[in-house]
């Protein structure tokens, strides 16, 4: 079943929570994000390939294996994301998208359009992160 959106659709707190109109809304909004990381990927590799000059200047070829190395560094953290973007679009597929992993409780509206990747609700991830603090102190 294919659903189309209204152009102007926005998913809201008053229709009834992972709705059709709602999961559409959230896969094309996963997709578009997971088409730019890898635009962005593509680009990246487009640049370090032609990035093959030897710079003269000790300081300058300093510079532009920093520059090369933190931007493989933010391609790694965006390949990590795009996993994880995979792993929503799954849950949008097989129905879970948008309920917390640990309660079962609907993850806010607002906080899937701020991290359409989020697993947890914002109780459950508050109550995660103390945990890791406090292990992370012993």
Same mark, same amino acid.
């Given at each position: 079943?294919?659903?189309?959106?209204?152009?102007?659709?926005?998913?809201?707190?008053?229709?009834?929570?992972?709705?059709?109109?709602?999961?559409?809304?959230? #896969?094309?909004?996963?997709?578009?994000?997971? *088409?730019? !990381?890898? &635009?962005?990927? $593509?680009?990246?590799?487009?640049?370090?390939? /032609?990035?093959?000059?030897?710079?003269?200047?000790?300081?300058?070829?300093?510079?532009?294996?920093?520059?090369?190395?933190?931007?493989?560094?933010?391609?790694?953290?965006? #390949?990590?994301?795009?996993?994880?973007?995979? *792993?929503? !679009?799954? &849950?949008?597929? $097989?129905?879970?998208?948008?309920?917390?992993? /640990?309660?079962?409780?609907?993850?806010?509206?607002?906080?899937?359009?701020?991290?359409?990747?989020?697993?947890?609700?914002?109780?459950?991830?508050?109550?995660?992160?103390?945990?890791?603090?406090?292990?992370?102190?012993?």
């Amino acid at each position: 079943m294919t659903v189309t959106l209204p152009p102007d659709y926005r998913p809201s707190e008053d229709e009834p929570f992972m709705n059709e109109n709602m999961k559409e809304y959230f #896969r094309q909004k996963l997709l578009a994000w997971r *088409s730019e !990381l890898l &635009r962005e990927s $593509d680009e990246t590799l487009a640049h370090l390939q /032609e990035g093959g000059l030897q710079e003269p200047d000790i300081a300058d070829r300093a510079s532009a294996e920093t520059d090369r190395a933190l931007e493989l560094r933010t391609r790694d953290r965006e #390949r990590k994301l795009i996993a994880k973007i995979d *792993s929503a !679009l799954q &849950r949008v597929a $097989d129905g879970s998208y948008g309920y917390c992993e /640990e309660t079962g409780e609907p993850i806010t509206i607002r906080r899937l359009e701020a991290r359409p990747i989020a697993t947890l609700s914002i109780e459950a991830q508050e109550r995660h992160e103390r945990l890791e603090r406090t292990h992370r102190d012993d």
